[in-house]
């Protein structure tokens, strides 16, 4: 939000320097993000001086131009070539001499320098209106009244320009009470007055109108929870211009561009007192009776941009006798009922409209106005007054424009200002300091809150309707410390804190193991947005007032954001990839499923390029392992079955009593080319709140490393094609036998000298009996029980 120094002056008077100024608003929690000048005219004119044409004839080189000498005061004349057709002798002119800056629309500038033209010197340069930034007029050099300017005065000297600095302020979306001029004034007033700083500052109120004759315009609000408050005026007469300078530069300063004078004034009450006005051409207006409600679902209504926008019906709308919608109220004026060059007599609206219902308004039709961005988070309700009858008196002076008879207004139930009970004992433990009771009074006092009663440990208050922020103890105490100082709460001296010891199953405690393990494998931990875009609506949430139609639904997996993450890297030529992220998607079923994830995605070579070892793109079976390592830190058991999942071309997922623990896939192809990429990508997502559930069921205990030796044996089979090898690992997880303790598939073989429809699987199977030392018996009885199990299930052979 941008604020004038000189505009922010016209409500608080001191002479605190800007920079000062700049200090005190972060201070009090209006953070200064920079100051920026601003000038009326770029350069101010500096360096242009009034001259006289001497002497003017053709240039001896170029045909286009001519050689002139020009007088610029105290006996000094000057050689110039100059292009302008319009050039002659005897003219007064505004002369750059050297060294002066002339700038252009966007702020650049190029700086006259004495230089050589065709052959001829040439000391400066007589300006045309537009090098000035006093119109666009390029037609040729600007020639001033000789009775008016005096040859060698500053040019500038004839011009009442406009200096100003402006505050870029940080604003919080809570303090609707600083969206003005006079809201930071007001602010910076209490803060000043409590730490003993010289300044004056003055409460807007009403101005006396001057009124003629009467109207016939009636008013009728539909529903005072939608319109508690709602004034109008009929102003006749009205000259629609252009502003004077000085309101025009008061909304240049803070980056708005005026449009013509009742506008300007509309726009200027905004950013002075807070307070959104609109102004409609009252002859437009039917029946001339404004209504203030809702229209039916369906309508069509046109906005002031000249789009045809369908209401949901939901909208406070300003309407005429006849119920045609003239405005969206507190967003956006209709087309067909805005003043323009032709208007004679408007209605003028000030307003207070409800927040949720503007906001809502706002946020379907996608639209973010200053008025919008205002009401939505509540403006103060007892200036609606004030502002109006500060912008009719200046409509009356700028536009000529009468007042016809008497403010409509429909008030019917005051806005009560909030109650608040704030206790000394515990604004001292939420600031570790004790302020002076008295203190603590005054500054309520200049923050405009009302102490209605003393009680034993503190206040009973009545804070302003227009502090929509404020409305709990808490609240008040940030306040009351914001306008003492933050800088003046010492910072302790020691931090006391109970350390909390996390259980074995603590899920954050998981997630922070998993999340060291994988970045130990060199993967980058990212965070997405859990709102997005979703091309399948099938079963997503979608929003119902979304910041935009980009960010309209809940994720419904986090496969989409990481391939994102993957894209912008590989257009930085950074093709490995290794991502991980933790988050939570969204679903709506029978009912709303929300459920926590991990989600990792591999992409590119595994390992760095190095001379050690050849180039080796990852695969599906890469990530597979570092899911295997995760998974096997938990002693959870679970089994591998085929999944079907459109997301991916092949795909397989971890089951645990029927229910998906992890998926892991390929990228299907077509989802890749969706997103530009064109390299394999590889994803798995784990189930973190199921993992945990499986996890408490089985605790690690400590064990003893065995004192006997492990024994190894082989089998090598010959299977169906069909078979895979999760499914022997099962079937030998599922022996009886306790010795079993390592199982391996060391090698697969499919081609030659094989029966057709088949391959071989080499596997391994390390025994132990941790009592004693295996025979040889219990061992053949181990593996032979084996054998007989892949026999029978699978029709195995053994090879060799």
């Known amino acids: 939000m941008k604020i004038s120094n000189n505009w922010l002056k016209d409500y608080i008077k001191t002479e605190l320097k800007t920079e000062r100024i700049s200090e005190f608003l972060t201070d009090i929690g209006l953070e200064v993000e920079g100051i920026e000048k601003f000038e009326s005219i770029k350069g101010s004119l500096e360096g242009i001086i009034v001259g006289k044409v001497l002497t003017c004839e053709k240039h001896p080189n170029a045909d286009k131009l001519r050689k002139t000498t020009v007088d610029v005061g105290n006996e000094k004349v000057l050689n110039i070539v100059c292009g302008a057709p319009n050039v002659e002798v005897g003219q007064t002119v505004p002369i750059a001499v050297v060294g002066t800056k002339i700038y252009d629309k966007s702020g650049n500038f190029f700086e006259i320098k004495e230089a ?20 666009d007029d390029h037609d040729g050099i600007m020639v001033l009244d000789e009775e008016k300017y005096e040859v060698g005065k500053n040019f500038a000297d004839y011009f009442e320009l406009t200096n100003d600095e402006v505050f870029e302020i940080g604003l919080t979306p809570n303090r609707t009470d600083a969206m003005s001029h006079y809201g930071v004034a007001r602010d910076l007033q209490a803060f000043l007055s409590t730490n003993q700083q010289k300044s004056t500052f003055e409460k807007v109120s009403s101005v006396v109108l001057n009124n003629e004759g009467s109207h016939d315009f009636t008013l009728e609000v539909e529903n005072t929870e939608l319109c508690p408050r709602y004034i109008g005026a009929v102003i006749e007469d009205v000259k629609v211009t252009d502003s004077p300078d000085w309101l025009k530069n008061r909304l240049k300063a803070i980056g708005l561009s005026p449009i013509n004078n009742v506008v300007d004034i509309t726009n200027y009450i905004l950013h002075g007192l807070g307070q959104p006005l609109h102004a409609f051409d009252a002859d437009k207006i039917a029946d001339k009776k404004v209504k203030v409600g809702t229209v039916k679902e369906g309508t069509k209504f046109r906005t002031l941009d000249g789009v045809e926008r369908t209401l949901n019906g939901s909208e406070i709308m300003i309407k005429d006798g006849k119920d045609t919608p003239m405005c969206i109220a507190g967003v956006f004026g209709g087309d067909n009922s805005g003043v323009s060059n032709e208007t004679k007599t408007i209605f003028l609206e000030s307003a207070y409209f409800n927040p949720v219902a503007v906001r809502k308004a706002a946020k379907f039709h996608g639209l973010n106005t200053d008025a919008s961005f205002r009401f939505e988070r509540g403006v103060d309700p007892n200036i609606t007054r004030t502002a109006i009858t500060h912008a009719i008196k200046l409509i009356q002076e700028l536009t000529e424009g009468k007042m016809i008879g008497e403010l409509l207004e429909e008030y019917p139930k005051k806005l009560e200002d909030n109650y608040v009970i704030v206790r000394f004992s515990k604004i001292e433990q939420i600031l570790g300091t004790k302020i002076h009771r008295e203190k603590v009074k005054e500054i309520l006092k200049t923050l405009d809150i009302q102490v209605l009663n003393e009680i034993q440990n503190g206040y009973e208050i009545s804070v302003p309707a227009y502090r929509a922020d404020v409305t709990r103890e808490i609240d ?16 302790p001296q020691k931090i006391s804190f109970t350390p909390v010891k996390l259980s074995v199953q603590d899920q954050d405690e998981l997630e922070n193991s998993w999340a060291k393990t994988l970045q130990s494998l060199g993967f980058n931990e990212v ?10 609506q099938t079963d997503a949430v979608k ?18 954001g990481l391939l994102q993450n993957a894209i912008y890297n590989i257009n930085r030529k950074n093709q490995d990839i290794k991502f991980f992220e933790f988050g939570k998607i969204y679903h709506k079923k029978e009912k709303y499923e929300e459920r926590k994830q991990l989600a990792i995605l591999i992409s590119g070579r595994d390992v760095a390029e190095n001379w050690l070892q050849p180039k080796s793109a990852t695969s599906f079976y890469n990530l597979k392992a570092y899911v295997k390592v995760l998974l096997e830190k938990l002693a959870v058991n679970y089994k591998e079955v085929a999944l079907s999942d459109d997301r991916f071309s092949d795909a397989l997922a971890y089951e645990s009593d ?16 969706d997103f530009d990429i064109d390299q394999e990508c590889f994803y798995a997502e784990i189930e973190l709140e199921f993992v945990q559930e499986l996890r408490s069921k089985n605790e690690l205990k400590f064990k003893d490393i065995p004192k006997f030796n492990k024994i190894r044996r082989d089998l090598a089979l010959l299977i169906d094609k069909n078979v895979n090898y999760q499914d022997l690992y099962q079937t030998a997880r599922n022996n009886k036998s306790p010795y079993i303790k390592n199982i391996n598939l060391f090698d697969v073989y499919e081609g030659k000298n094989l029966p057709e429809g088949k391959k071989s699987y080499a596997m391994s199977f390390e025994l132990l ?28 052979e053994l090879r060799g």
Do not use: H, W
């Open 116 to 135: 050589k033209i065709r052959g001829e010197v040439s000391q400066g340069m007589i300006c045309a209106e537009d090098e000035l930034g006093l119109s």
């Open 476 to 491: 008040v105490i940030e306040e009351i410390l914001r306008i003492y100082g933050y800088n003046k709460i010492d910072a």
């Open 543 to 560: 929003l119902l007032n979304p910041l935009s139609n980009d960010l309209a639904f809940m994720r419904k997996s986090m496969l989409e």
């Open 527 to 536: 965070m997405n947005n859990s709102l997005t875009f979703v091309k399948d």
């Open 658 to 673: 029927g229910k998906a623990l992890v998926r892991i896939g390929k990228v299907d192809p077509q989802m890749l080319k």
């Open 769 to 796: 009996n941790e009592e004693k030392t295996l025979e040889e018996k219990e061992i053949a009885s181990v593996m032979e029980s084996l054998i007989k199990s892949f026999q029978k299930e699978f029709n195995a």
